[in-house]
């Protein structure tokens, strides 16, 4: 037989140094107990200066005073080298996870029978588009590039789609590690049977501080467990019930930490709450126990990944009529380089204002506009605002943007907490869709859904619920929308949904998160899928007249408040729109 021994534990806890030697104190081995010394120095064996004897104290006590009173060594001897393994061995680590039974961990690994409950119902967006659009004249849904052994360290238009692609992957297995570390275990839940579905109320841990991070309609595991009359986990029989329900969460109350799942499949029966004694009619309410795991909704990460290929096909289509045009390019950058020409001509480079997310993405010299001569910001100063409290530097910025002096690439307002960076967006959004004729139409984003209704709000001051529209995804609780907001929303049997064709049409701004901007991708209403069937349409119908020479896009302009929050691949779902 063999034995061994279990390395310290080593501690998080707080080291206490000496201020005066730059020693560490606290905690430390209790010392040996040392004959008192008075303060000159002599030695006084059990007894005071004045004879008196001295109480004894117990050696607990004596421990207790050597742990909490630092004694300087004497002088010219040196003190001993610290020893922080040893020191620390005997402590806590505030780090370490929560012990669980091995008996309860099992019952995770274990195979059952799988119970789902069905999502909410999800908008149609085959049927939405059939409804509105000739589905013939759409342009081909572009197809993904698997990211095999991608380079992380350049990126470039050729990478791009498998850059990201890979960091998103990335990015879900980090997630599901870190949602496997919420799982509980032997969790105390509330069953509840009604007239709808049956419902299971559970309390969270750090779902207040969205650790895990939970919304409507997420999937959430339970597997309900088996306990004997004393309370302790059955050892003699199966340990659990043997069904696996896939839940789904239908209220988050984070002030609480309450969640409130939806579980179908579950009868009296399966959970085992009646006992053939038990006459009829039976409680609705029973104190059952669960193994809960929460689970990476994959519907958070779809939208980025659909919206790659789209990017990647457009800044292919550029690189293209930018590799045939590379001649204009440089007699367009010549020009600007020596004659100072702040705009190109129509003729030098026909794919400058055209090829706009490469702009956005990989702007170069030939999309800026070089500014060549002072503006005198004083003139534009007293123009009519809707908020005649913007300052100097704010008026610039709306100015700025209005006028477009810039060039094709994007304009970032940056600034610390509080300097009115939302006023002055709300400030331009108001003045491109009032006053510019080609900003008849404005998408406003922002990477969360309080930050959404923040802009919303601010803009609903100004305009009417025919030309403001908050869009919101079905999923989502009306319960988290402002009250004053919700007559801008559009809902369907107390769901939100995407208003009809028409009516989406007429808004004048749209306001919604990064990630819900992907309702409009996949209904087809993005101003590349809108502009391709207005013109061929315009072909059918007139084949003997030209095409425009100027594209009418529907989304004349795009903004995004707290775009420095949001992940470049959540932006892109409304860049591409």
Not at 143 to 170: G, M, T
């Amino acid at each position: 037989m063999s034995f061994f021994t279990l390395p310290p534990k080593q501690s998080k806890a707080l080291r206490i140094v000496n201020p005066e030697t730059g020693q560490d104190t606290l905690p430390g081995p209790t010392p040996k107990p040392t004959t008192p010394t008075n303060i000159v120095g002599q030695t006084v064996k059990g007894k005071f200066k004045d004879g008196a004897p001295k109480p004894k104290k117990s050696a607990k006590a004596k421990a207790k005073l050597a742990q909490v009173l630092w004694v300087p060594p004497p002088p010219g001897e040196t003190p001993p080298a610290f020893d922080a393994d040893e020191q620390y061995a005997r402590g806590f680590d505030v780090y370490a996870p929560p012990f669980v039974p091995a008996a309860l961990k099992q019952i995770n690994e274990y195979a059952g029978t799988a119970v789902d409950t069905f999502p909410k119902t999800p908008i149609d967006y085959l049927q939405y588009i059939s409804g509105i659009l000739p589905t013939s004249l759409l342009p081909a849904l572009p197809r993904p590039k698997v990211a095999d052994n991608p380079s992380l360290q350049n990126l470039s238009p050729q990478c791009y789609e498998k850059y990201f692609r890979s960091l998103i992957e990335v990015e879900l297995g980090y997630q599901r590690k870190e949602n496997a570390s919420y799982s509980l275990y032997g969790h105390t839940g509330i069953l509840k049977f009604g007239d709808n579905e049956p419902t299971v109320t559970i309390t969270v841990p750090g779902l207040r501080e969205n650790t895990p991070n939970v919304q409507v309609d997420d999937e959430v595991q339970l597997r309900q467990l088996r306990f004997d009359y004393g309370g302790h986990l059955e050892s003699n029989f199966f340990p659990w019930t043997g069904y696996i329900y896939n839940a789904r969460v239908s209220a988050v109350v984070r002030a609480t930490e309450t969640l409130v799942l939806r579980v179908g499949g579950i009868t009296y029966h399966t959970a085992e709450v009646v006992t053939p004694t038990m006459i009829p009619p039976w409680p609705t309410e029973f104190v059952v126990k669960f193994n809960i795991m929460f689970f990476v909704p994959m519907v958070r990460y779809t939208p980025m990944m659909d919206v790659l290929p789209h990017m990647t096909e457009s800044l292919d289509l550029a690189e293209h009529v930018l590799r045939n045009d590379f001649d204009a390019l440089d007699s367009f950058i010549d020009e600007v380089t020596k004659n100072g020409s702040t705009k190109p001509k129509p003729d030098d480079l026909s794919t400058t204002n055209v090829y706009w997310k490469q702009s956005m993405l990989f702007p170069t010299e030939a999309d800026c506009s070089s500014q060549t001569n002072m503006v005198n910001w004083l003139e534009h100063y007293n123009s009519s605002r809707f908020d005649e409290s913007l300052n100097y530097e704010q008026r610039i910025a709306v100015d700025s943007v209005l006028c477009q002096n810039y060039g094709t690439m994007p304009y970032l307002i940056s600034g610390p907490p509080g300097t009115g960076k939302t006023k002055t967006m709300i400030e331009i959004a108001l003045q491109l869709a009032r006053n510019v004729p080609d900003c008849s139409h404005i998408l406003v984003c922002a990477p969360s859904e309080p930050a959404a209704d923040t802009l919303a709000d601010r803009l609903s001051k100004s305009m009417n619920r025919n030309e403001l529209l908050r869009l919101n995804r079905p999923t989502r609780d009306s319960r988290e929308v402002l009250s004053n907001l919700l007559p801008y929303c559009y809902m369907q049997n107390d769901v939100f949904a995407l208003p009809p064709f028409a009516q989406l049409m007429s808004y004048r701004i749209v306001v919604t998160s990064c990630r819900d901007a992907s309702m409009l991708m996949y209904a087809r209403l993005t101003n590349s899928d809108l502009y391709t069937v207005s013109s061929t349409l315009h072909q059918q119908i007139h084949p003997t007249l030209p095409r425009p020479t100027k594209a009418r896009l529907h989304w004349g302009a795009l903004l995004i408040d707290e775009a420095a929050q949001a992940m470049e691949p959540e932006a892109l779902i409304p860049l591409h729109v």
